[in-house]
């Protein structure tokens, strides 16, 4: 059974860092590249940040360029983002995401909520 | 960036109708398009992508079609479990892989 479960989240004040985590399994976690998604409080979906399945390519949505770094340890099978900066904008639910094919995430982790607030 | 833009934002619907969603892409995307059934506190679910490819365990009354710029999501057969929000995401200028912004259906 494909599992991704996050976990580090929590409350942090505006400047603050967090740094999420993704504990995949039950399925080959090095050979998919792999996302988060972040969702608002009752708002839409938003892509976060990208990393391919041997860490050559990483990408970043705009409003987190600098701030966040996203990471993997394939013999861990766990992802990561630290996050540093954190704004109130920045409150959301993170979900790890699994991708297959490219572009499509056919998995989602059951998320993590960040919250930044003072 | 490319935007995509879901219509309505917003439906009421009984069991049993049928159910179309559109979405719009600010330019084309030829069929790099996929569909996101998301319930209350819950992750998303895939359900379509390549526009109109059946994700592995969705339900048939679910199909996709469309192609550049404008697809559409249709429920054949509106079931109970199937009120929730429904996600496109354009993946043809990837990363980021951009959302609609969702459209409720609701019960009537």
């Known amino acids: 059974e494909v599992q991704l479960v996050e976990s580090g989240g929590g409350l942090v004040q505006p400047g603050g860092s967090l740094r999420l985590s993704c504990a995949a399994s039950?399925?080959?976690?090095?050979?998919?590249?792999m996302n988060w998604v972040r969702q608002a409080p009752g708002k839409g979906l938003e892509w976060v940040s990208y990393i391919n399945s041997i860490s050559s390519s990483i990408y970043y949505t705009d409003s987190v360029k600098g701030r966040f770094t996203l990471s993997r340890d394939n013999a861990k099978n766990s992802l990561y983002l630290q996050m540093n900066g954190l704004r109130v904008d920045d409150t959301a639910v993170y979900y790890c995401?699994?991708?297959?094919?490219?572009?499509?995430?056919?998995?989602w982790g059951q998320g993590i909520l960040v919250t930044v607030s003072s | 960036a490319i935007r995509m833009t879901q219509s309505p934002s917003s439906l009421s619907a009984s069991t049993g109708d049928r159910v179309t969603i559109t979405c719009r892409a600010s330019q084309g995307i030829s069929n790099s398009l996929a569909w996101y059934q998301q319930k209350p506190g819950k992750a998303p679910k895939l359900l379509i992508y390549?526009?109109?490819t059946l994700q592995i365990g969705v339900p048939s009354r679910f199909s996709g079609s469309g192609s550049g710029t404008d697809f559409t999501l249709t429920i054949s057969c509106l079931q109970s479990e199937d009120f929730a929000t429904y996600y496109c995401?354009?993946?043809?200028?990837?990363?980021?892989?951009?959302f609609g912004q969702g459209t409720k259906v609701e019960i009537k």
């Open positions: 390549a526009a109109s």
């Open positions: 995401a699994r991708e297959r094919p490219r572009g499509v995430v056919d998995f």
């Open positions: 039950g399925f080959t976690f090095s050979d998919y590249s």
């Open positions: 995401q354009q993946y043809y200028n990837y990363p980021p892989g951009t």
